[in-house]
């Protein structure tokens, strides 16, 4: 009977493992991609002279946004405040999107890029953080 029950549990395991993992990916993916913004933010603020000249941010602002972008990614990959991180990032994501439409960009890659990486985060979050799953319990 205890035979029987475990391989009943067995999928179970494997789909949650699987979806740990789905989680995992899709939450790199964000942090690097976090990462690679807060680099050149920081670093190489030329490269993005004209985005953020169109934007109507001033190029000193690369100083204050490159760290502000850092520490949402690091907070989202540490699993202890990956929630207040993936919040802060939303937050950071929803003024990016607000942005290009505040200039008429609605619907640029910029704009659907920051919306996908937000779905991401909470996607993969949700995937790899049974808490977030028992909080929001999603039913097929």
Do not use: K
């Amino acid at each position: 009977m205890a035979e029987t029950m475990n391989l009943h549990r067995a999928p179970e395991t494997l789909t949650l493992h699987r979806a740990r993992w789905a989680g995992r990916i899709m939450s790199a993916v964000v942090v690097i991609a976090l990462l690679a913004d807060a680099t050149i933010q920081l670093f190489a603020p030329a490269q993005i002279a004209s985005m953020l000249q169109e934007t109507g941010f001033a190029m000193n602002s690369t100083h204050v946004v490159g760290p502000i972008i850092l520490a949402c990614a690091i907070l989202y990959a540490i699993p202890a405040t990956a929630v207040l991180g993936s919040i802060l990032l939303t937050g950071f994501l929803g003024g990016a999107i607000c942005a290009h439409v505040r200039i008429g960009e609605l619907g640029s890659p910029p704009e659907i890029i920051s919306l996908l990486l937000g779905a991401m985060a909470w996607g993969g979050l949700y995937a790899r953080d049974p808490r977030i799953r028992a909080i929001l319990p999603l039913r097929g």
